[in-house]
């Protein structure tokens, strides 16, 4: 008996057309269409549209029966089609004008996880709601990618402006915000005020007097809300806040540093400082660094956010924690809520959390002197 030539095994690993089987089925895969998923399934097209973007109102043993059919042939909905017959393509827009990087970062992660497994895809656009062409510039970011929706982020989530373009654009949006600016289908509410006054009970607790507080930028209602909200938490102990002692920054590391050497080059300078994000506290780190003050013997300092920088530095740094990934979550997963069950949901809301750590300690004077 002959031995197969290596040719004719060449042959065999190959049809008629030269075309390696393989090579064939991924071919065949890549021109499966929905309908074919729908006739493989014995269900309507609509039935498997509805599979595919995660919509409800399909019975279990069915939507396993078609989940099991799309993996089997690797079948990928055409997102240009998708698009059409929906007239919106499956991107969600991410629109911010944040200085925080980490902050941005984290929406973003969360506005991600909400998208996993859905088809969409995410676009970020920074703006600069002060200028001039702002608003032509998000319409026409809006209108060009016909977005399915966009999640705002602070400041700009403040600006009724872009919310009022987005609804005439019939472009669906949520608003992250610590206020409530909208209504409660389209919101994810912060309670930034109450975090803030959780850090001055705190530092008077402690027993500080002399305490300052370096806001962010007026721009940002959460500058206003943390302020007050500070405040308050004094005026529980019978503080006040000093006017030489509050502050502008910028919601940045270089203004945290800026502003914190002003602060501990006074006479008189503060005992304790409360920074109105991470960002600006790791800035009063190195004023305090520049100027030999020891962090929390000589001064304690607390941030807002709890950003993972809090605990990258020495000594790790007492904060206010606020779920900033989850918030971007959730803001995404209400853009695919149904209309009916969004109307009659309650306002997401989140409250901040004080996190202590090694950065907060009684003021000098007020500690038990060694024997």
């Known amino acids: 008996m002959k031995t197969p030539s290596r040719r004719g095994k060449a042959k ?58 799309i993996a089997e042939h690797g079948y990928q909905p055409d997102p240009q089609a998708r698009g059409l017959a929906f007239r919106r393509s499956f991107l969600v827009g991410m629109i911010h004008d944040n200085p925080n990087p980490q902050y941005v970062e984290n929406i973003q992660l969360g506005i991600l996880d909400a998208l996993a497994g859905r088809g969409y895809e995410l676009v970020i656009r ?29 400041s700009v989530s403040e600006d009724d402006r872009i919310a009022k ?33 959780a850090a001055a009970r705190r530092l008077a607790e402690l027993g500080h007097h002399r305490i300052a507080y370096l806001s962010g930028p007026p721009l940002f209602r959460s500058a206003h809300e943390r302020r007050a909200g500070f405040i308050a938490g004094l005026a529980e102990y019978g503080l006040e806040l000093a006017p030489e002692l509050a502050v502008l920054g910028a919601y940045t590391y270089e203004s945290g540093l800026a502003r914190g050497r002003e602060l501990l080059a006074r006479q008189d300078r503060p005992t304790a400082i409360f920074a109105g994000n991470d960002e ?65 949901a309650p306002v997401a809301e989140f409250t901040p959390s004080l996190i202590e750590r090694d950065s907060t300690a009684p003021p000098p004077r007020a500690r038990p002197q060694r024997s």
């Open 280 to 344: 600006m506290a790791t800035g009063v780190y190195s004023a305090a660094h520049e100027h030999g003050i020891r962090i929390p013997e000589d001064l304690s300092v607390i941030g807002f956010d709890d950003a993972p920088i809090a605990t990258r530095i020495w000594p790790a740094m007492t904060s206010v924690r606020l779920p900033v990934r989850e918030m971007g979550r959730t803001a995404a997963e209400g853009l695919f809520a149904a209309p009916k069950a969004a109307a009659k």
């Open 126 to 154: 920074p703006c600069d709601r002060r200028s001039p062409g702002f608003l032509d510039d998000m319409r026409g970011f809006v209108e060009r990618l016909r977005l399915f929706g966009v999640v705002l982020t602070p």
């Open 12 to 69: 065999r690993d190959h049809d008629d057309k030269g075309e390696a089987p393989a090579a064939r089925r991924a071919r065949t895969r890549s021109r499966l269409t929905i309908t074919d998923i729908a006739r493989l399934a014995g269900v309507s097209k609509k039935t498997v549209s509805r599979v595919i973007n995660q919509a409800p109102y399909v019975q279990a043993d069915t939507r396993a029966r078609i989940e099991a059919i």
């Open 165 to 197: 373009l987005l609804e005439s654009a019939d472009c669906p949006y949520v608003r992250i915000a610590c206020a409530a600016v909208d209504k409660p289908a389209r919101m994810v509410l912060t309670h930034d005020a109450r975090g803030a006054a």
